[in-house]
DNA sequence: CTGTATGCAAAGGTTTTGCATCGGG
DNA sequence: CCCGATGCAAAACCTTTGCATACAG
């Protein structure tokens, strides 16, 4: 994977050390696809690679966020997501089965004319049913 | 006020009893005018009305969110705040002073043509410099 | 009166921290 | 070699829960 280098140089230039805990990380973020909480990654990484602690998780998911190659998300309560960041795109928070699922929008935002304040970034959350779930529910009601 | 009637009523209507507790969450929502957590509703009535308890706050919270009469926000991490639902607005967080400020947007989003989920509510949350924290930057540059 | 709401304290879940040790560059 | 990274366990933080009591309707 091509991704993991790009990465793996990022950290290098950033003066972050490569070590064996971060590369498993990294890893575990390109190949799942989805957006693991912290506790999701620490077990995903645990079973074939048990010298991982959660310190060690939540400093390089932040060091992960600071080089730009993770974003977090709060689109759930109380616990955070990571979003491996790869292409534009928002997310959707399935009310069905709880999965966070990535959405294309197109998204057209402006501050109405009395708003003066400075936006740096933006986030927006979906909330609704996944493809999957509309599907299921599809084939029942048949 | 009269917001304070209608949502008392609304109480009402949904077959919740209006304690003194749930007047005073209330009032400090009403009152207060911007968004706070649910400890900084527990401090701010404790001091002149000290008969209250953390999980009166959070029942009361999720009361008031199940009316309507407020939404929750997860526009920082790790902390749930609280929005009395006056006017259709969106929120910005200061990253200089931390506090969160209604923002009017023109929000014009939609979804591209592969992405078939269903969408029921969405929530936009912007990150940057309040207007307080402008003024004050350019009364230092001069 | 009745059942919901409250207060308290304890538990639950997530994230952070302190410190001694390890190991990447 | 050195300084940052790790692991462990404890602490910090926010929120929920269980249960006996109080009180709104």
Chains 1, 2 share one sequence.
Not at 28 to 33: E, K, Q, V
Not at 70 to 92: A, C, G, M, Q, W
């Amino acid at each position: 994977m091509d991704k993991k280098k790009i990465v793996f140089r990022r950290l290098k230039d950033e003066g972050f050390k490569i070590t064996p805990q971060r590369a498993a990380i990294i890893d575990f973020l390109l190949d799942n696809g989805n957006h693991p909480s912290a506790e999701e990654i620490y077990k995903g990484i645990k079973t074939e690679y048990p010298m991982v602690s959660f310190s060690t998780v939540y400093n390089t998911l932040r060091v992960l966020e600071r080089i730009g190659f993770i974003k977090s998300l709060n689109i759930t309560e109380n616990r955070v997501n990571f979003d491996p960041e790869t292409y534009p795109h928002h997310h959707l928070y399935c009310e069905r089965c709880g999965r966070i699922v990535d959405v294309q929008l197109d998204a057209d935002i402006s501050l109405l004319k009395n708003n003066t304040v400075k936006v740096n970034s933006y986030r927006i959350y979906l909330y609704g049913i996944c493809l999957d779930c509309l599907r299921k529910e599809r084939e029942k009601t048949v």
